[in-house]
């Protein structure tokens, strides 16, 4: 009874040891980063796309409004009207940026959810093993200095959210 009792829990430690994907501690820190990540993202995310936004209608009213300019050669004559000027950069510029903002913001989506599902899983049941030094009553006549090592299971099972 004793062998098959230390089986099974030897069996449950080592599953659970490698069914874990990190300790509590470890997992709320990558999830407050993913959150801080999706947080920094959402916010930055529609700045980039209204500056973009911005620079590509400036491009824009631009191209529309732009007046030729008349030539004269060095003797004052008139030799025609020069060509208007293109703002295809500013355009193009602009396009990019709201399409990298819009891009950033739906980013934060992923990291949001990884943030979820990182803290949801830092808060299942586990079951740690450790081995304390703790003091034994009646071990070595007394209780000073008679600390013991001692192998500990502890099942940790979240009641809250």
Do not use: C, W
């Amino acid at each position: 009874m004793k062998t098959l009792f230390t089986i099974l829990t030897f069996l449950l430690v080592t599953s659970t040891a490698f069914a874990q994907g990190g300790d509590y501690d470890e997992l709320m820190q990558k999830s407050r980063r993913a959150r801080t990540t999706s947080t920094i993202f959402v916010a930055a995310g529609p700045v980039i796309a209204a500056g973009g936004i911005g620079t590509l209608i400036y491009g824009l009213l631009q191209n529309e409004l732009a007046e030729t300019q008349d030539l004269y050669d060095m003797n004052g004559n008139y030799i025609g009207q020069s060509a208007p000027k293109k703002y295809t950069t500013e355009i193009i510029i602009g396009a990019a940026g709201a399409a990298a903002g819009i891009a950033l913001a739906l980013t934060s989506i992923h990291f949001s959810n990884k943030a979820s599902d990182l803290k949801r899983e830092a808060r299942k049941a586990k079951l740690k093993a450790s081995s304390d030094r703790i003091s034994i009553p009646g071990l070595q006549n007394g209780f000073a200095n008679n600390r013991a090592r001692q192998f500990k299971l502890s099942l940790v099972i979240p009641l809250g959210r």
